[in-house]
Structure formats: structure tokens, C-alpha cells
């Protein structure tokens, strides 16, 4: 079944260490997300990708780096610089950019805590 | 850009209750809307989705139709079970037309605890 892969489902980081988390979907989609959830605060756009070699920034990018190599692929990276890093991390993907009108499909979520 | 307002929880009923759950928006144009269900622990899935005015999308036992004169789109039920208990998000693309590249604006989520 295609779909979207997240890994791993817990992630501990130490104080100034960067941790990266894997996101790869089998959908053949050409645009990825990277959303960060926090309790009773719905979801917020870290970064977005609408086709390999390409991102943007989402509303709070600061502290988090990504990469887009390939159409499956887009990890996203915590960095040290990212002060409160504590959060639930959902991944997702679209069909295509041009096309405003189509849902997300969501990976089951990352939760990262300090230690 | 366009915006979504989601009725604020939590909200908690008693099994086989009628269920309404809040969603009004401000768009563009008329854009395709969303309900995304996330159950514990989980990603969000998309649980319904309606394409232009008056459109009714249905899934589980989940409705809600698109109203274009009062910029709402409801999610409801007639009988709740213990297994809906979940957080309900509505959705609506971030900007008109193909400026908005696939991007969803999200309301801030509804969590629903059903009791037996």
C-alpha cells in the first residue's frame, strides 16, 4: 500500500545536539510538508517542498534545516539553534503543486523530547 | 490569505449523541474544503472533503456540507461511539488559486471524548 513513512516514532535529543527526521512516501507525490504540533495548538508549517531541489520557508522555520534529493524523500533536521524542540512532528505530502485543491496525506508523526 | 475558524473544545458527549462540530471560513474564490480526524498518537487523516458550494461530503457516518451564503462547513454526526473520540481539524487551501502550491491552512482542532 503506498503511503507515507516516518522514523522513527520517538527521538530523544541531548542538549546542543542536531537529530534528523526521516519522512518517505511510495505516493509519487511532488510536494512534501513538515508541520510541528504542540498541545492544543493545531498544527504549524515548518517548511514545504513542491518538487526535488526546492523548499520553502514555512512559518516557523527558524532552528530546523531540510533537504530534497529525491521525490521520496524529505528529512527534516532539528538543530541545536532550536531552543524548545519538544513537539509532535507530522510529515505529509500532495499530489502536485499546481493543483490548490487536493488534501494532504499525512505520516503517522515523530515525537522528539529532550533529555 | 485564507483563514479557518474551528469551534473551540473540548467537546464531550455520551455515546449514540448528536454531534456538531464548528467550521467557518474566509477564502477567495471557492476553495475545496477538508476534515481531517487524528486519533491518539497518530497522523491526521483526511476524513471527508467537499469540492464547490452546496456539496455534501460524507464519510462514517460524518457529514458536512459546504455553505457558500454563511462561509461554514459543520462537521456532524447522528450518533457518536466511543471509537470517535479524537481531535477534528477543518481545512481549507492557505491561498486562492495556484498561489497557494498545495499549502492547507488548518483550524486549530476540536477534541471530542465520547463516554459510554
Known amino acids: 500500500d503506498g503511503g507515507i513513512t516516518q522514523s522513527p516514532k520517538y527521538l530523544f535529543r541531548k542538549e546542543g545536539q542536531n537529530v534528523t527526521l526521516s519522512c518517505e512516501q511510495n505516493?509519487?507525490?511532488?510536494?512534501m510538508y513538515w508541520y510541528r504540533q504542540d498541545p492544543g495548538q493545531g498544527l504549524r508549517l515548518i517548511y514545504y517542498?513542491?518538487?526535488?531541489?526546492?523548499?520553502q520557508k514555512g512559518d516557523i522555520a527558524e532552528g530546523y534545516s531540510v533537504s530534497r534529493e529525491k521525490k521520496e524523500s524529505f528529512p527534516l533536521t532539528v538543530t541545536s539553534a532550536q531552543k524548545n524542540p519538544t513537539a509532535f512532528y507530522l510529515c505529509?505530502?500532495?499530489?502536485?503543486?499546481?493543483?490548490?485543491?487536493?488534501?494532504?496525506?499525512f505520516g503517522d508523526g515523530t515525537r522528539l523530547s529532550i533529555l | 490569505g485564507n483563514s479557518v475558524t474551528q469551534m473551540e473544545g473540548p467537546v464531550t458527549l455520551s455515546e449514540e449523541a448528536f454531534l456538531t462540530i464548528n467550521c467557518t471560513y474566509t477564502?477567495?474564490?471557492?476553495?475545496?474544503l477538508f476534515w481531517y480526524v487524528q486519533y491518539p498518537g497518530e497522523g491526521l487523516q483526511l476524513l471527508l472533503k467537499?469540492?464547490?458550494?452546496?456539496d455534501k461530503g460524507s464519510n462514517k457516518g460524518f457529514e458536512a456540507t459546504y455553505r457558500k451564503e454563511t462561509t461554514s462547513f459543520h462537521l456532524e454526526k447522528g450518533s457518536v461511539q466511543v471509537s470517535d473520540s479524537a481531535v477534528y481539524f477543518c481545512?481549507?487551501?492557505?491561498?486562492?488559486?495556484?498561489?497557494?502550491?498545495?499549502?492547507?491552512?488548518f483550524g486549530q482542532g476540536t477534541i471530542l471524548t465520547v463516554h459510554p
Open positions: 505516493l509519487n507525490h511532488d510536494a
Open positions: 477564502a477567495t474564490g471557492y476553495p475545496s
Open positions: 467537499a469540492t464547490k458550494a452546496d
Open positions: 505529509a505530502s500532495s499530489k502536485s503543486r499546481f493543483n490548490s485543491n487536493q488534501p494532504q496525506h
Open positions: 481545512a481549507l487551501p492557505s491561498n486562492a488559486g495556484g498561489t497557494s502550491y498545495g499549502k492547507l491552512t
Open positions: 517542498s513542491q518538487i526535488v531541489n526546492d523548499f
